[in-house]
T-cell receptor, first 112, second 110 residues
Framework: SQTIHQWPATLVQPVGSPLSLECTVEGTSNPNLYWYRQAAGRGLQLLFYSVGIGQISSEVPQNLSASRPQDRQFILSSKKLLLSDSGFYLC???????????FGEGSRLTVL | DAKTTQPPSMDCAEGRAANLPCNHSTISGNEYVYWYRQIHSQGPQYIIHGLKNNETNEMASLIITEDRKSSTLILPHATLRDTAVYYCIGHAGNNRKLIWGLGTSLAVNP
């Protein structure tokens, strides 16, 4: 069966510090991968999308970047965090563009 | 993708059926209706989807009106663990274009 894991689960970082959130998928190959952010009281916002290794699409301009160094690994990064980067970050995968999304457990980031 | 409208919150007694409505009056012919739910501080979980026929799986039933302008997600015997935010999404086949609203916060009460 397929599983998705992301870590760390919670993170408290000072403004200006770097960020790295990691996500891995097991039990499938060549998944579509997604990073979402969910701010308090807001809906899910798609940040990045990837159809393959090294192929990243950014959906909104922001202070973050994403990379996909391996088929089932997706990393969300920032060189210098802003207060507005606080939120609940979710990694997800799907078998194809139109299929069900399967989400990880989420990473709660607080920037102070 | 179609914009959907859901009530912000609902209550349901444990053991009773929970009927969650969703309006999607602008849905186009090729758009599916997807339902997800999100338990507090967890990632969303896929529940069910349908195009125009009613669907049932081990989690829920989905009833879509004949004109496809609205649908209802039915949890036949709600439990406390069904307390979550439920999202109804119109989906034309591209996950990148999904519009996630605020959903319906369902509280199942003992």
């Amino acid at each position: 069966s397929q599983t998705i894991h992301q870590w760390p689960a919670t993170l408290v970082q000072p403004v200006g510090s770097p960020l790295s959130l990691e996500c891995t998928v097991e039990g499938t190959s060549n998944p579509n991968l997604y990073w979402y952010r969910q701010a308090a009281g807001r809906g899910l916002q798609l940040l990045f999308y990837s159809v393959g290794i090294g192929q990243i699409s950014s959906e909104v301009p922001q202070n973050l970047s994403a990379s996909r160094p391996q088929d089932r690994q997706f990393i969300l990064s920032s060189k210098k965090l802003l207060l507005s980067d606080s939120g609940f970050y979710l990694c997800a995968w799907s078998r194809r563009d139109s299929g069900e999304l399967f989400f990880g457990e989420g990473s709660r980031l607080t920037v102070l | 993708d179609a914009k959907t409208t859901q009530p912000p919150s609902m209550d349901c007694a444990e053991g009773r059926a929970a009927n969650l409505p969703c309006n999607h009056s602008t849905i186009s012919g090729n758009e599916y209706v997807y339902w997800y739910r999100q338990i507090h501080s967890q990632g969303p979980q896929y529940i069910i989807h349908g195009l125009k026929n009613n669907e049932t799986n081990e989690m829920a039933s989905l009833i879509i009106t004949e004109d496809r302008k609205s649908s209802t997600l039915i949890l036949p015997h709600a439990t406390l663990r069904d307390t979550a935010v439920y999202y109804c999404i119109g989906h034309a086949g591209n996950n990148r274009k999904l519009i996630w609203g605020l959903g319906t916060s369902l509280a199942v009460n003992p």
